[in-house]
């Protein structure tokens, strides 16, 4: 009989993941110590601050007429299927 060394093969896209990981990581050190970040963090920072205000009421305007579509949806969808079972 003959032992057979089986190899053991990852997949791909797990090498990939790591070898992308890795090379991120090596990026982000050698960039952040060139950038001064309280330069640059703070007005995107600032800006977003007074973004989220804006974005939060433009969702709670929204979420009523989408409940009231969705609801619309929904009975005439239903009445609908109640319509084609009686053959009209």
């Known amino acids: 009989m003959t032992t057979e060394v089986m ?3 990852k997949p791909a896209w797990k090498v990939k ?3 992308g990981a890795a090379t991120a ?3 982000v050190s050698a960039a952040s110590a060139a950038i001064d970040l309280n330069g640059t963090l703070g007005p995107i920072l600032d800006s977003m601050i007074v973004l989220i205000p804006t974005i939060i009421e433009l969702i709670v305007a929204i979420v009523p007429a ?3 579509m969705a609801v619309v949806g ?8 109640i319509l084609g079972l009686m053959k009209l």
């Open 66 to 68: 989408i409940l009231v």
């Open 25 to 27: 990581m090596a990026l």
């Open 17 to 19: 993941l790591v070898a």
């Open 7 to 9: 190899e053991t093969k």
């Open 74 to 81: 929904f009975l005439v969808a239903f009445f609908d299927k």
